[in-house]
């Protein structure tokens, strides 16, 4: 038996810019390549990604499920993402302090927890301790079309109504070009502005 050919860095790269978006091909590289599910890609000191962490911080409920049908081991951030309340709960009895987790890039817990629409599972985080990310999550809950999600962030801890995202974009901006007017009404009652 030969040994396995290592991995180069570009086909690791390759894959968890898949990961975010691309089911298909995350399952054709994987099966040719079944260790680029765990590999990660260092986009920098301290940012490390791996394809399920791609899946997570996007959103990406299929790409993240395909990940944990293949044995992948889970975290609290895609438990999050997925809106796993008992599993995230989980996490915290074990380690408490992973209430202020952060994922790939930094992006925190509570904005992977907005993502899911889950109240419950932000309700838990932040008994738990989490306070960091309530603004940055309005993004999240704004891009998966989660209003009662942007009104629990305003609610309970956002005090950022136009914080800018990764795109310099605003809040208000991002309902605004989704069609959200509902979310739009809501940002503007909180002080935001165009």
């Known amino acids: 038996m030969t040994p396995a050919t290592p991995l180069t860095v570009e086909q690791i790269r390759e894959f968890v810019i898949f990961a975010h978006w691309n089911l298909d091909k995350v399952k054709e590289l994987s099966a040719a390549e079944p260790a680029l599910l765990t590999a990660q890609f260092v986009w ?14 996007v959103g990406n409920r299929p790409i993240a499920e395909f990940f944990l049908s293949k044995d992948i081991p889970s975290n609290i951030c895609v438990a999050a993402m997925l809106g796993d309340l008992d599993a995230v709960k989980g996490y915290l009895t074990v380690d408490p302090a992973l209430a202020n987790a952060k994922g790939a890039h930094g992006i925190t817990l509570m904005y992977h927890a907005a993502q899911s629409g889950s109240i419950p599972v932000v309700e838990a985080l932040k008994a738990a301790g989490c306070n960091e990310g309530y603004s940055h999550a309005l993004h999240a809950a704004i891009n998966h079309k989660h209003p009662a999600m942007v009104r629990w962030l305003l609610d309970n801890g956002a005090q950022d109504v136009n914080a800018k995202d990764y795109q310099n974009k605003t809040p208000l901006q991002h309902a605004l070009e989704s069609e959200q007017p509902e979310i739009a009404d809501l940002l503007r009652e909180r002080g935001a502005t165009e």
């Open 44 to 57: 920098g000191e301290n940012d490390l990604e791996d394809g399920i962490g791609a899946a997570a911080h």
